[in-house]
């Protein structure tokens, strides 16, 4: 049974950067597509990032394209999230799962992590 674990979450000024970790055992990573989503207090979870099992295709949001870089290792069973230029907006928990495929149904997604907090300060 697949486990994600997220790490390397942290307090930040607006402008810094974080590189976020989601390290896998359990099951092999590379036959699961992964996920990034973030959670602010208040607001419903929303998607981040995501990255196919082979690495080939990714996908991002809208407010953190060009700030965030998804990528994976599956020989190190990690997926990573390079967050740059980070804004106080995209302070949330941020959470790693998987999914056969990426896509848009956040209940096509499993294997939840504990989440990582990520704070920005202004």
């Known amino acids: 049974q697949l486990q994600l674990v997220e790490s390397g979450g942290g307090l930040v000024h607006a402008g810094g950067s974080l590189r976020l970790s989601c390290l896998a055992s359990?099951?092999?990573?590379?036959?699961?597509?992964i996920g990034w989503f973030r959670q602010a207090p208040g607001k419903e979870r929303e998607g981040v990032s995501c990255?196919?099992?082979?690495?080939?295709?990714?996908t991002y949001a809208d407010s953190v394209k060009g700030r965030f870089t998804i990528s994976r290792d599956n020989a190190k069973n990690a997926v990573y999230l390079q967050m740059n230029n980070l804004q106080p907006e995209d302070t949330a928990v941020y959470y790693c799962a998987a999914a056969p495929q990426c896509t848009g149904y956040v209940f096509m997604f499993a294997s939840w992590g504990q989440g990582t907090q990520v704070t920005v300060s202004s």
């Open positions: 990255i196919s099992n082979s690495g080939e295709f990714t």
């Open positions: 359990g099951s092999p990573l590379d036959l699961h597509a």
